[in-house]
T-cell receptor, first 112, second 113 residues
Framework: GQNIDQPTEMTATEGAIVQINCTYQTSGFNGLFWYQQHAGEAPTFLSYNVLDGLEEKGRFSSFLSRSKGYSYLLLKELQMKDSASYLCAVRAPSGGYQKVTFGIGTKLQVIP | ETGVTQSPTHLIKTRGQQVTLRCSSQSGHNTVSWYQQALGQGPQFIFQYYREEENGRGNFPPRFSGLQFPNYSSELNVNALELDDSALYLC????????????FGEGSRLTVL
């Protein structure tokens, strides 16, 4: 089976940096996604990691360590609009096909 | 905006009824995945269609079924609705099953009374 763990809630201050961790246990691995989801809206794509290391995209960075089954999403210069749920998802083989499994999501609250 | 459209956006049904949800994938995408997202939860994988064939299914009963059409749009059908089926149903399209991004539609919010 596939298991993905991430904290359910975090709070951070506007202008600060926050790191959201994700650990996973899967049989095989073919990529890890991070999505942002505002309440009542569709998830929007933030990043995709398939190799170890850090991917930077503006204020957002994502890190992957396949040997540790670990990823984090780093958000810099936090803005109020960053208050949202952040979903970690892993693609892994399952019964002959590629399945993308999502974690429960980390609800981030940015406070002034 | 991703170019993935879903309909209807909201609907209310009663227990035992049947519902059909529709998804138009982004132009050029041949793979559609359906997810169920209950309030406060992450999206749960229902099934995936690749070039009109179902090629993966999550832990959902047979009353959840689907189709993909030659233009790669897709339908999700749920029979014998139960109260626990109340959720946001998300469709995601991609080019192939190993794409580096899934493009989500806005979802269909189903309420079962």
């Amino acid at each position: 089976g596939q298991n993905i763990d991430q904290p359910t809630e975090m709070t951070a201050t506007e202008g600060a940096i926050v790191q959201i961790n994700c650990t996973y246990q899967t049989s095989g691995f073919n990529g890890l996604f991070w999505y942002q989801q505002h309440a009542g809206e569709a998830p929007t794509f933030l990043s995709y990691n398939v190799l170890d290391g850090l991917e930077e995209k503006g204020r957002f960075s994502s890190f992957l360590s396949r040997s540790k089954g670990y990823s984090y999403l780093l958000l810099k210069e936090l803005q109020m609009k960053d208050s949202a749920s952040y979903l970690c998802a892993v693609r892994a083989p399952s019964g002959g096909y590629q399945k993308v499994t999502f974690g429960i999501g980390t609800k981030l609250q940015v406070i002034p | 905006e991703t170019g993935v459209t879903q309909s209807p956006t909201h609907l209310i049904k009663t227990r035992g009824q049947q519902v059909t949800l529709r998804c138009s994938s982004q132009s050029g995408h041949n793979t559609v995945s359906w997810y169920q997202q209950a309030l406060g939860q992450g999206p749960q994988f229902i099934f995936q269609y690749y070039r009109e064939e179902e090629n993966g299914r999550g832990n959902f009963p047979p009353r959840f079924s689907g189709l993909q059409f030659p233009n790669y749009s897709s339908e999700l059908n749920v029979n014998a609705l139960e109260l626990d089926d109340s959720a946001l149903y998300l469709c995601a399209s991609s080019f192939g099953t190993m794409a580096g991004e899934l493009f989500f539609g806005e979802g269909s919010r189903l309420t079962v009374l």
